[in-house]
């Protein structure tokens, strides 16, 4: 059981933490050892203490121990940010859902986007679009989001040469 609350900047070092964790625990079902290493780069807490304006950013808690064993980021976005989602001022981004190998396939994903989901229609926005890593196709598929394009992605913020794909999807909020 996990209990789901708005992110603090206290919370960045366990953040951090979840997100190596994640990529490192559950990425390989959809890369290679090198794209791994390459998309977990190495990024300090500082990297995760701030949000961006408008943003959305969730952590779930385990309800025994209160550790952060997840989070996920919504963005509203009406720019040209997705290829082939067709974009405005109603569409948002699921920017991140990451969850701990250890807490993988209890729900703490599905609670993360679901809740999401909810703040997205409650802004308003009735689509969302997102850039799915290779392993998590098949989770946002389970949950209704439809595949777009599969895109070209250079893994690291370091141009460090090291690509591979991700998945455009959508979902409809209002359908």
Do not use: C
Request: zero cysteines; charged letters at 30%; proline letters at 5%.
């Amino acid at each position: 059981m996990v209990t789901l609350r708005d992110a603090t900047p206290a919370d960045a070092e366990a953040v951090r933490e979840v997100h190596a964790a994640s990529i490192r625990g559950l990425g390989s079902a959809g890369y290679d050892a090198e794209q791994v290493t390459a998309w977990a780069g190495d990024p300090t807490a500082a990297d995760y203490e701030t949000t961006p304006d408008g943003a959305e950013f969730v952590v779930a808690e385990d309800a025994a121990d209160g550790r952060v064993v997840g989070f996920g980021e919504l963005r509203p976005h009406g720019g040209d940010y997705f290829q082939r989602v067709r974009a405005g001022p109603w569409t948002g981004e699921v920017r991140a859902v990451y969850v701990r190998p250890d807490a993988a396939r209890e729900g703490v994903g599905s609670a993360l986007l679901a809740e999401l989901e909810r703040r997205a229609r409650e802004r308003g926005l009735t689509a969302l679009g997102l850039h799915a890593a290779l392993n998590a196709v098949p989770f946002y598929e389970a949950r209704g989001y439809e595949r777009v394009v599969e895109l070209p992605h250079e893994f690291g913020g370091d141009a460090d040469g090291v690509t591979g794909s991700v998945v455009e999807m959508r979902k409809r909020l209002d359908a």
